[in-house]
């Protein structure tokens, strides 16, 4: 009988008490037949057990039992793990319930000393561009087949971390998942397992967050289309303000969508846990698809496994297509060129577009007033209108105040003192807007520095009620930004005192063929 080897021969090769190589023989074990008869023999396996200490970094294993009379092939397992561990700021707290981080107190720019999971897009990005992690993959020999670098490298100084928390913050924060819960706004459930373009990568995962990327000063930053005020998202303020005193020629340049071309049915893709396969939402502005034909867009999302942040990305996209649809590029002198950013909210106050004056520099400034220039070509607005003034201070920041009354020689008298010692800049460009008759908002895209010193600016209209339009189903607020945009009274036709009639039939000769012709005279509108 052949004798089962298991157990024997475990002492590695070479090594004393090993007996390497094995030869297997088979021997008749009785004379039970003749000449015609014939004992079949079958080897089944020999195998060669390797018993050494190995390291598996990065590895997980499961071991699950089933019974073969329930299960006629190996079942399909599938598992939801808690993925890498990344660095987390000092003030946070995981979630474990659905990965989110909790913070409490100020961020100082640190980090914890232990790594944590998280859901939370920003830090996946952080960990993304900080780390560097070899992966080895070795073969049943143990012999290295492929060595793969994770991660980017990137020196945390090179990294603007305060802008990774702004936008983790507004990440975290929980919204209404759609089916009578709360979940967190962003949150990222992807497995990188192959070697992929970093940039385009790192583009997929701010697409997650509504964000994009951008180097500037030396450190690589990110921008997110996000409320300035996270708990009062639909309150409005300027970074920085425009009007035709403070852009090179005073002009302003404007471009649009048309509206028979914007996107009003969107279906966005996201990866359904509960299915383990894509699934699609879709969104519609039924108004528009009624008005102009269904014109339909296909998003497809990168690690989204929630239906509720996948309806909302689509609904972020519709208002984006339908309402977002100018935009307007300038150039600006060094001043206001060298401090803007990408992503800040800009207030332009163009005379040739809302056909009046609401915008100049200011030509002095104690703690309540203002001296502005050409007041004479400013319309200012009525004190019962709710009139505003926006400015720069010395700081670099731009103040609002409310205005309370007007003086002679351009005084505006503000509601609220300005701060001794942060007083609006001799000029600075200002902005005035009234309850009727607001400024332009618009969020900055692109910055370009030209060679003869100034910057060309690129921006895109901004409604501040976006936000709660998304998540909340508000209706956007309307902005009267015109002074003509009210509707005037009908022209009057009257026929003339000696008889001639305003409308008039008239045969004329076009290409010597009789035609008739409608001929209207009637008064101005003043």
Not at 61 to 84: C, D, H, I
Not at 103 to 131: E, H, I, M, Q, R
Not at 491 to 503: H, N, R
């Amino acid at each position: 009988d052949l004798r089962e080897l298991s157990g024997y021969n475990t002492a590695t090769s070479g090594a004393s008490g090993s007996f390497f190589p094995i030869v297997v023989s088979a021997e008749r074990g009785n004379d039970v037949g003749d000449e015609n008869t014939f004992n079949t023999m079958r080897l089944g396996e020999i195998r060669q057990i390797i018993r050494e200490p190995n390291n598996y970094p990065n590895i997980a294993y499961s071991a699950l039992r089933f019974s073969s009379e329930l299960f006629q092939n190996t079942p399909a397992r599938f598992f939801r793990v808690r993925g890498k561990l990344v660095k987390i700021p000092h003030n946070a707290t995981v979630d474990l319930t659905n990965g989110r981080l909790i913070y409490s107190g100020t961020f100082n720019g640190t980090f914890k000393t232990d790594k944590a999971w998280t859901s939370d897009p920003a830090w996946v990005l952080y960990d993304l561009l900080v780390t560097q992690e070899d992966r080895i993959t070795r073969d049943s020999n143990n012999n290295i087949t492929d060595n793969q670098q994770y991660g980017c490298d990137i020196p945390e100084s090179e990294l603007d971390v305060q802008t990774f928390y702004g936008v983790s913050t507004y990440c975290s924060a929980l919204v209404d998942d759609g089916n009578g819960g709360q979940e967190p706004r962003f949150s990222i459930n992807v497995n990188i397992n192959n070697r992929r373009d970093a940039m385009a990568l790192i583009k997929d995962i701010c697409s997650v967050m509504r964000a994009i990327p951008y180097y500037e000063e030396g450190e690589i930053k990110i921008a997110q289309d996000a409320p300035k005020d996270h708990d009062n998202p639909s309150a409005l303020s300027f970074d920085y303000v425009f009007n035709n005193a403070n852009v090179v020629n005073g002009e302003f340049v404007y471009s649009g969508t048309s509206s028979k071309t914007r996107f009003n049915v969107i279906n966005v893709s996201y990866f359904d846990l509960s299915t383990q396969e894509i699934d699609y939402v879709t969104v519609e502005d039924s108004t528009a698809k009624a008005n102009y034909g269904t014109q339909t867009k296909t998003i497809n999302t990168f690690g989204t496994t929630s239906r509720g942040q996948a309806q909302r990305v689509g609904k972020w996209f519709l208002q984006t297509q339908q309402n977002q649809t100018e935009s307007v590029v300038f150039e600006t002198n060094i001043a206001a060129g060298s401090v803007l950013r990408i992503g800040q909210i800009i207030g332009i106050a163009d005379r040739v577009k809302s056909s009046t004056r609401r915008g100049g520099l200011v030509k002095a400034a104690t703690v309540s007033q203002i001296t502005l220039d050409n007041s004479g070509a400013t319309n200012l607005p009525d004190i019962s209108d709710n009139p505003e003034i926006s400015c720069l201070l010395s700081d670099g920041s731009v103040a609002t105040k409310s205005i309370s009354s007007y003086s002679g020689g351009g005084l505006v008298n503000v509601s609220s003192n300005f701060s001794s010692d942060n007083l609006p800049v001799v000029n600075s460009p200002f902005i005035l807007e009234s309850g009727d008759l607001k400024v332009q908002a618009f969020r900055v895209t692109n910055i370009k520095e030209n060679a003869k010193k100034t910057f060309t600016i690129a921006a895109v209209n901004f409604n501040e009620g976006k936000y709660a339009a998304v998540e909340d189903g508000e209706q956007l607020p309307a902005k009267n930004i015109n002074i003509i945009t009210s509707l005037l009274p009908s022209p009057q036709i009257i026929d003339g005192s000696d008889g001639t009639k305003a409308i008039q039939e008239i045969i004329v000769l076009n290409n010597n063929r009789p035609v008739p012709k409608l001929f209207i005279d009637w008064q101005s509108v003043e």
